[in-house]
């Protein structure tokens, strides 16, 4: 639930609490007040606004001397990239002193753009071969270098773009060294680490970003290896695996989570980064799962894919993982209502592919499993109170439903009856649920009258 949701909803509980004489008049006073002390979304803007104008001026820095290339000497060149290198992490350590934390991270972010700067230039200066992987390897280190030395949030965003930028340029062909590899997870490694040790919202999606390019990576150069599908096949075994993998991210995110206050012991970051692996793994879901509708009713896949799917132990792997997880949140909180209609959720977005897979052709069975998939997805962001799910849920809902009313499912006749009959199952389902929430409520009053 974002601050404004929960905001609005704790001032209708407060007033609520209040008239029933839960709340006395002090309480209340003393709750507003420290809600009015919590930053709110407003008193990030001038960090929003520095951070911007500090990328502005690195790239400002850039063009000057882009602008001024044959004018310019090559040592002064040099030498003006090395002391303003020097001066921003000076600059940056004197603020860290002082606890000027944000303004200390924006010049290590400046020093590290000027870093990449400084590798540009050096490369044209001295006429080095063109090398994109080996000059994204050396920014990403190098990015890393200052997030960890610094405690810099911003180097970490930029050790994670470079890092993905390196794996977009050794993967085609996707056919890794042992050292590229070993390399890969080292950087992954780094960036989860720090994130963890030091978090924010964009170094976390762009290090579940990474992480995804780093799965893909791996999984496209084994598929390779193995020679098992030809090319024009593998989009249809990578659907499988990018909705197993978002359901891996979405399960374990949300049982790593949690639901206590944030800690000092680091246990509030990693129940951050965990919370934006379960979104984040909502919105593969639910891309993965749009993307099946769509080429389940453009493209026909061929038995072969059938075949050798079975034989692709990575998506074996990664399923496994994601059923530990959810045997694990059952164990936890066995009678969990969101675990149940998440887990239903997780099942109905693999079995999208799947059906794509197993039974080709089949295009009204795979219209109902995606809005079955992308309804649930939608539940379950509601009773986990989630509303990032709900909202791709919902998304992700609407284009579906724009796409089938565009695509005739079957016949005309047929597009009619689909709806009619997806429509009286929502209904019929929001009539039992609130039902059984009239109960449930009806217990409880019970319960706390005894």
Request: some cysteine.
């Amino acid at each position: 639930m974002n601050r404004a949701s929960y905001l609005k909803q704790l001032e209708a509980d407060l007033a609520r609490w209040s008239a029933k004489g839960w709340i006395g008049a002090d309480g209340l006073a003393q709750i507003r007040a420290e809600i009015g002390q919590a930053p709110s979304g407003w008193s990030r803007l001038p960090a929003l606004f520095a951070g911007i104008g500090t990328i502005c001026l690195a790239l400002a820095v850039a063009a000057f001397v882009a602008a001024n290339w044959e004018v310019i000497p090559r040592p002064v060149k040099l030498t003006g990239i090395a002391v303003l290198l020097l001066a921003a992490h000076g600059f940056a350590a004197a603020m860290a002193s002082r606890g000027q934390r944000l303004v200390a991270d924006l010049a290590t972010m400046f020093a590290t753009l000027v870093f990449v700067s400084g590798l540009a230039l050096v490369g044209q200066i001295y006429h080095l071969p063109s090398d994109w992987a080996g000059g994204a390897l050396l920014v990403a280190i190098g990015a890393l270098a200052a997030a960890w030395l610094c405690g810099s949030r911003s180097s970490l965003m930029v050790a994670a773009v470079a890092s993905i930028a390196w794996l977009l340029w050794i993967g085609d062909p996707p056919r890794p060294t042992l050292a590229e590899v070993v390399t890969a997870l080292a950087l992954l490694a780094a960036c989860l680490g720090h994130v963890v040790r030091m978090t924010s919202f964009a170094g976390r999606w762009l290090v579940l970003l990474l992480l995804t390019a780093v799965y893909a990576w791996l999984f496209a150069a084994w598929l390779d290896i193995n020679y098992l599908l030809s090319s024009s096949e593998m989009e249809f075994s990578i659907l499988l695996v990018g909705a197993a993998f978002g359901a891996l991210l979405l399960v374990w995110g949300h049982l790593l989570s949690g639901d206590e206050a944030q800690g000092d012991d680091g246990s509030g970051d990693v129940s951050a980064l965990a919370r934006s692996a379960a979104s984040f793994g909502v919105m593969v879901l639910v891309g993965i799962v749009l993307l099946t509708l769509i080429i389940g009713f453009t493209e026909t896949v061929s038995d072969e894919v059938a075949r050798e799917m079975p034989h692709v132990w990575p998506l074996h792997l990664t399923l496994a993982a994601m059923l530990a997880g959810l045997v694990l949140q059952a164990l936890r909180a066995p009678a969990s209502r969101p675990l149940r209609i998440v887990a239903a959720a997780v099942v109905l977005s693999v079995a999208c592919p799947a059906l794509l897979v197993f039974l080709p052709g089949n295009t009204v069975v795979l219209a109902s499993f995606t809005l079955a998939a992308l309804v649930a997805i939608s539940a379950a962001g509601s009773t986990a109170s989630q509303s990032g799910w709900s909202f791709w849920g919902n998304l992700g809902l609407a284009a579906a439903l724009l796409y089938l009313l565009y695509e005739t499912v079957g016949s005309l006749l047929g597009q009619s009856v689909f709806f009619f009959v997806a429509g009286l199952l929502l209904v019929a389902v929001a009539i039992v649920s609130a039902r059984r929430l009239r109960k449930s409520s009806a217990a409880a009053a019970g319960e706390g009258a005894q």
